[in-house]
């Protein structure tokens, strides 16, 4: 057995909102491998971004975490006291936004946020951190290095930006890393350049990283194993080959059909119906409303993440009874 | 030796910077405003009426003939555009003329009513962003909490008060009732505990500082408040977080920082208001600032008197504002100057 290097048990994140309560992370379980490049997807408001500012435990209010166990290296997070927790952030838990212009920010230089990062963890005297700043910037692949770290971040394109971004979550070499969309703001030539960096990063620090995206082309490159979230629970986790080939849950079919290949000219096809409302959420599986396999138990019992076949994890009442289409995987 | 090279060669590049050059820009701009509005004021006050008139109130029983002569002494008897050619040739040799009431110099009386203001206007600011930077951030940080909800209705409390109102509370509680602080001036007698010439300036201050810093922290504590609610939803307070930076320093660097950019310029935009001597609170407390005497001299059409205030409050106006956007440049690296 490989060792996890996290753990995440029944997770549940609520926003108390003056709306109501919204759901965000219902009940969530997955795991990590030492090592593993596991994939988060979703559509939007699935609860990806949460689940990964849980773990970190930095969720904004009014969110909270309310229930379930978030084991790092087997110690549970959620026991942990403030202190200790911010002893974690970026030391041994990094994570990379979405969008860099807005993740950086506007009124200091690059030296001066990196800095930072370094000096929250380690003591070091300056001379030493402007090299480690250095050092840094020219491992993400930033040009002149030493001249550029004084500029603002407005200074610098989109992808610049992220690859500063990215030294940043790597300055004390974290173990585990989250990469919350990395390049969803970015263009698409930008983009390939930048996932090619994560993974070579990856390599390079021995992290294990947890790529999270909708976009199920991206995922298939960067990852070996997936989990699908819906309206803050698990559908389906299975092995990235075994997930394309033979999805075992009707919302990932929807999803792989959902992706937009060039090879096929498919044009981006949207998975029919609404994402639900996360104050009262379907009853059930949380998918019924859209699914064209629900039967009437969908609608009243909540479906069981269940082991299907090794390392094949499917939450569906229907599973045996449907088959589904999967994609071939180029 | 060397440290002499040094300093010519700082020297040499701070003429050269682009912050030189657009200090030496702003203030060439300011000669335009500046004339502009000494004229607009001028002719506006000139048609506003005969400053001698108001003397025959005073001494019904004078002749025509004493008027005439003095008007010819002050020079009134001149079509006006030439008496303002006149009094701009005086300003730009540092004259600001005579006072039409007892006829003493201008420069005289301005220099120290202006001293008096500024020492009032100062303190009060610095006092009200100190005191309302914590507030604000603590209200922000604790939104919706008791202490946010009390904040923020003191605050609007305190944005619609009028000073004129607070300021003579103030006296009848502390001055007449309680006999605890000095009810008018800037200095005085000796008194009670004020008994040295340092404390007697502290106890002249504390209730028109008081006034005046209400005044300001309503605003500011709004404004600090509003901002950091903003900022400390965005993304790179997020991300400081992530990094495992301190909760002080994801705050009072990370974030206060781009929370104080429009509270600065809010100052800028009140700095008119707030040099002009906050005019009500500076009467209520018989201050013997520009703000209390622009008024009487208003009142008693002393126009040499009045324009010199006019210019001072306008040249200061300007010279702060200057200051501020300099300030801004530091504050928000995204500022480029034009
Ligand atoms: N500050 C907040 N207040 C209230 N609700 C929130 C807040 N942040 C997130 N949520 C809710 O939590 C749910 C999950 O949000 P989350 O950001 O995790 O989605 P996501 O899967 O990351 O989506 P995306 O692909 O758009 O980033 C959403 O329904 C959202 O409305
Ligand atoms: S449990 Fe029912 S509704 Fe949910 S995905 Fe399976 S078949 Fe569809
Ligand atoms: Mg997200």
Redesign the pocket.
């Known amino acids: 057995m490989t060792e996890n290097i996290l753990n995440i048990e029944g997770l549940k994140?609520y926003?108390f909102?003056e709306a109501g309560i919204?759901k965000?992370?219902d009940d969530i379980s997955f795991n990590l491998k030492k090592n593993e490049s596991l994939g988060?997807v979703?559509?939007?408001?699935?609860?990806?971004?949460?689940?990964?500012?849980s773990v970190l435990r930095i969720?904004?209010?009014?969110?909270k975490i309310i229930d379930g166990k978030v084991e790092f290296n087997g110690d549970d997070l959620l026991e942990k006291t403030e202190k200790e927790m911010q002893k974690m952030r970026g030391s041994e838990i990094a994570i990379i936004f979405?969008d860099p212009s807005s993740s950086l920010n506007p009124v200091y230089n690059v030296e001066t946020q990196l800095r930072d990062v370094i000096l929250a963890h380690q003591t070091v005297p300056k001379a030493e951190t402007r090299k480690k700043v250095i050092e840094l910037l020219e491992v993400v692949g930033i040009p002149e290095a030493e001249t550029r770290m004084r500029e603002y971040p407005h200074q610098f394109s989109g992808g610049m930006k992220q690859r500063v971004a990215i030294a940043r979550a790597l300055a004390c070499e974290p173990t585990l890393l989250f990469a919350?969309?990395p390049t969803?703001n970015l263009d698409v030539t930008i983009q390939a350049q930048v996932l090619n960096l994560l993974n070579d990063l990856k390599k390079k620090f021995n992290m294990s990283l947890v790529m999270?995206?909708?976009d199920m082309g991206i995922i298939a490159e960067m990852t070996t194993r997936i989990v699908v979230?819906y309206?803050?629970r698990v559908c389906e986790i299975a092995k990235t080959h075994d997930l394309f080939e033979r999805p075992r849950h009707p919302y990932t079919e929807a999803l792989l059909a959902a992706v937009p290949r060039l090879d096929m000219k498919k044009t981006l096809r949207i998975i029919p119906g609404n994402?639900p409302n996360?104050i009262e959420p379907p009853s059930g599986c949380r998918f019924h409303p859209r699914c064209k396999h629900a039967k009437n138990t969908c609608k009243e019992k909540i479906p069981v993440l269940e082991e299907i076949e090794p390392e094949h994890f499917v939450a569906c009442h229907e599973w045996q009874n449907i088959s589904l289409k999967g994609e071939r995987k180029h | 030796m060397s440290s002499g090279r040094s300093i010519t060669r700082s020297f040499s590049s701070l003429l050269g910077s682009a912050m030189f050059r657009y200090i030496v820009r702003r203030l060439l701009y300011m000669i335009p405003v500046f004339l502009g509005i000494s004229i607009i004021s001028f002719f506006v006050m000139y048609a506003a009426g005969d400053p001698l008139s108001i003397i025959r109130i005073g001494k019904p029983d004078i002749t025509q003939e004493t008027i005439e002569s003095l008007k010819i002494y002050y020079g009134l008897d001149k079509p006006v555009p030439i008496q303002y050619l006149n009094w701009l040739t005086n300003l730009l040799q540092g004259n600001f003329g005579k006072s039409l009431r007892g006829g003493r110099p201008v420069n005289l009386l301005i220099g120290s009513w202006a001293w008096e203001t500024v020492k009032l206007q100062l303190i009060s600011i610095l006092l009200a962003f100190a005191i309302s930077i914590p507030i604000g951030i603590n209200s922000a940080k604790k939104q919706y909490s008791k202490q946010d909800v009390a904040v923020t209705s003191i605050s609007l409390f305190g944005v619609s008060m009028p000073t004129f109102w607070l300021g003579i509370i103030l006296i009848i509680i502390f001055s007449y009732q309680l006999g605890l602080l000095p009810s008018a001036g800037s200095r005085g007698a000796p008194y009670l505990w004020w008994d040295n010439p340092i404390l007697d300036q502290i106890a002249h201050l504390i209730m028109p500082v008081a006034v005046l810093v209400y005044v300001m922290l309503a605003q500011n504590i709004r404004l600090i408040r509003a901002n950091m609610l903003e900022i400390l939803?965005s993304d790179y307070v997020l991300a400081a977080r992530a990094s495992g930076l301190s909760e002080r320093k994801v705050i009072y660097k990370y974030a206060l920082r781009n929370a104080i950019g429009p509270v600065i310029t809010y100052l800028g935009i009140s700095l008119g208001m707030i040099i002009a001597g906050a005019p009500m609170t500076e009467y209520v407390f018989s201050w013997p600032g520009l703000g209390r005497r622009y008024v009487t001299a208003a009142m008693e059409l002393d126009f040499p008197v009045v324009m010199g205030i006019t210019m001072i409050i306008t040249m200061m106006t300007l010279i702060a504002n200057l200051m501020i956007d300099i300030a801004y440049v530091y504050i928000d690296p995204r500022i480029r100057l034009r």
């Open positions: 994140t926003f909102t919204v965000a992370v988060l979703g559509e939007s408001g699935s609860g990806k971004t949460v689940t990964a500012l969720v904004p209010k009014p969110g979405q919350d969309e969803t999270i995206t909708h979230l309206a803050g994402i996360l | 939803r």
